[in-house]
């Protein structure tokens, strides 16, 4: 992805290797700061995924490979590295397949294993870039909910890579941002890579996203999941459910984009993907300020689930396909 610093525009990704070291855009402190953190073992690579110092499916799955790689270089116990990694976060799919990847293909080069899994994660993202944009004209208004860009899969997105693929290709194109409450990944994280690549774009309160639907100011709307399940039910972020129910009663087509490793088929339906309960304070708190009435409780769940009957089609690195055409994924 492009970042615009004082240097100039530079080329990164969201998490990378130096020497044994893992370092990653630490995204908590976007877009105010680019800071930098650098996992030095295992228990480091658990609290950068848990605290979300990265975060996003693609990219847990990339750190959780990266980890895998230390910890074996670093002579850890590996079940124990990966019981501690698997246990950072319980929805994203990648990160369970991401470990289990490694301990099944790390052979005596760790590094280079997980490099080749992380050059794959982006291969695949720039693809369904490629696939995403077929899907995007000129003049096409898109809504996107949460981050699935760079920085939450390594490099280009899943939900922005189709836009930037047709943004690079000339396709005068307008992004509409949720917010994404409580921890504004959309406000913070998409309109950051977006304007680091000036692509027109608009940040929306999360309840905003209805009304311009209904005004048919929207004609797509592209995100990202954690999990697929093998109906084809999805689990993404919190209020991903409410875009797709208003996006079904406006006739907008709602797409999901996804590397085919975040379909998870011994999962069968989207009931039986575990969601993520997070901090109360998450929701409370405004940036550390607090503006609730003391007493007052809050409930924080990070996903929900949109059923396979509100997605129009899964875009992947194999291609767009219906949810009935979910198992073609696997030819
Ligand atoms: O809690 P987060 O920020 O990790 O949630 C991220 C999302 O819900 C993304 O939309 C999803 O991981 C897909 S990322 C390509």
Redesign the pocket.
């Known amino acids: 992805m492009k970042v615009k610093t004082k240097d100039g525009v530079k080329e990164m990704r969201a998490v990378w290797m130096e020497g044994d070291d893992v370092v990653m855009i630490d995204q908590r402190d976007l877009p105010n700061r680019l800071n930098f953190f650098t996992a030095k073992n295992h228990i480091d690579i658990h609290r950068s995924i848990k605290d979300?110092m990265i975060?996003?499916?693609?990219?847990?799955g990339v750190t959780a490979a990266y980890g895998m790689a230390q910890a074996a270089v670093k002579g850890a116990d590996m079940e124990e590295a990966a019981e501690t990694i698997r246990s950072a976060?319980p929805t994203?799919y990648d990160l369970f397949y991401a470990v289990d990847h490694m301990l099944t293909n790390m052979g005596d080069d760790p590094i280079k294993a997980a490099e080749k899994y992380a050059d794959s994660v982006a291969a695949k993202c720039r693809a369904i870039g490629e696939h995403g944009a077929k899907l995007i004209s000129d003049g096409t208004r898109i809504l996107t909910?949460?981050?699935?860009?760079a920085l939450?899969?390594l490099d280009h997105?899943?939900?922005l890579a189709p836009i930037r693929a047709a943004h690079g290709s000339g396709r005068d194109i307008f992004v509409f941002v949720d917010e994404t409450r409580p921890?504004l990944?959309g406000m913070r994280l998409t309109a950051w890579e977006l304007n680091n690549e000036d692509i027109p774009h608009a940040i929306i309160a999360d309840n905003a996203a209805g009304h311009y639907m209904q005004r048919g100011e929207v004609d797509l709307v592209i995100?990202?999941?954690?999990r697929i399940a093998a109906n084809g039910d999805i689990a993404?972020?919190i209020g991903?459910y409410e875009k797709a129910v208003v996006a079904n009663a406006n006739d907008i087509p709602f797409y999901v984009?996804?590397p085919v490793t975040?379909f998870d088929p011994n999962t069968p339906s989207g009931e039986d993907i575990p969601i993520?309960e997070r901090d109360p304070l998450e929701v409370l708190d405004i940036h550390g300020v607090r503006i609730y009435p003391k007493g007052s409780p809050a409930r924080n769940p990070?996903?929900d689930v949109t059923p396979n009957s509100l997605i129009t089609g899964f875009i992947t690195e194999k291609g767009v396909f219906s949810p009935k055409e979910l198992s073609r994924m696997f030819d």
């Open positions: 979300m975060r996003g499916a693609p990219s847990i976060r994203a909910h949460c981050n699935a860009g939450a899969t997105g899943t939900a921890r990944q995100v990202g999941t954690d993404n972020k991903t984009a996804a975040t993520e990070a996903f």
